[in-house]
Nanobody, 124 residues
């Protein structure tokens, strides 16, 4: 019912920048919040940044001052500007959405949606 598609990952040297994008599509009634999560190689997924539809943000301590999350409600998209990248930022970045969807029965239900992830590699 809801699909999230990420883009923008890639290979970058330490100190460089990348901008990740995620667009939501499907039977969307409204978006409550969206966020980005990071899964380093061999480790668990962890929150990087979240943003509400109203623009309230929350960041992991490790990215404060380096990463910026933003949302475009009209485009149903969330972005992550990543500056001053470090090798420890390497991993797969997943987009997440807390989204109200319209069901086939014309009801509105909350759903927790995830994208397939986009890989980021930061070389030293």
């Amino acid at each position: 019912q809801v699909q999230l598609v990420e883009s923008g990952g890639g290979l970058v040297q330490a100190g460089g920048s990348l901008r990740l994008s995620c667009v939501a599509s499907g039977s969307i009634f409204s978006i409550n919040s969206m966020g980005w999560y990071h899964q380093p190689p061999g480790k668990q997924r962890e929150m990087v940044a979240t943003i509400t539809s109203g623009g309230r943000t929350n960041y992991a301590d490790s990215v404060k001052g380096r990463f910026t999350i933003s949302i475009d409600n009209a485009k149903k998209s969330v972005y992550l500007q990543m500056n001053s990248l470090r090798p420890e930022d390497t991993g797969v970045y997943y987009c997440n959405g807390d989204i109200m969807v319209i069901t086939s029965e014309a009801r509105i239900n909350p759903t927790d949606a995830w994208g397939q992830g986009t890989p980021v590699t930061v070389t030293s």
